[in-house]
């Protein structure tokens, strides 16, 4: 038995071919905004932790000068004491 395809038929199914396959393009256009999308979060993690470590670093500069200013800070009050 053969099937006989009419004109009409064959530009319906090429119609159809047509819109799955742009409805695919369509797909891997949203999945690729999705992966942008999460590089960009990605990259303001990154930033964040940057910042989160540039924090810590400037505090533990203060705390370290700290430390080590004011006990000469005593030290030096001490001795004015002493011989004030």
């Known amino acids: 038995m053969l ?3 009419t004109e009409s038929m064959v530009r319906t199914a090429v119609a159809v071919v047509l819109v799955l396959v742009e409805a695919l393009v ?3 256009l949203v999945v690729e905004a999705l992966v942008v999308e999460a590089l960009v ?3 303001l993690v990154v930033e964040a932790l940057v910042v989160g470590v540039s924090v810590t670093v400037a505090h533990r ?3 370290d000068h700290q430390v080590s ?3 000469a800070q005593k030290a030096a009050a001490r001795m004015r004491f ?3």
């Open 3 to 5: 099937i006989q395809l």
């Open 26 to 28: 369509v797909e891997a």
């Open 41 to 43: 979060v990605e990259a």
């Open 61 to 63: 500069r203060v705390v």
């Open 69 to 71: 200013v004011i006990p």
């Open 82 to 84: 002493s011989y004030g």
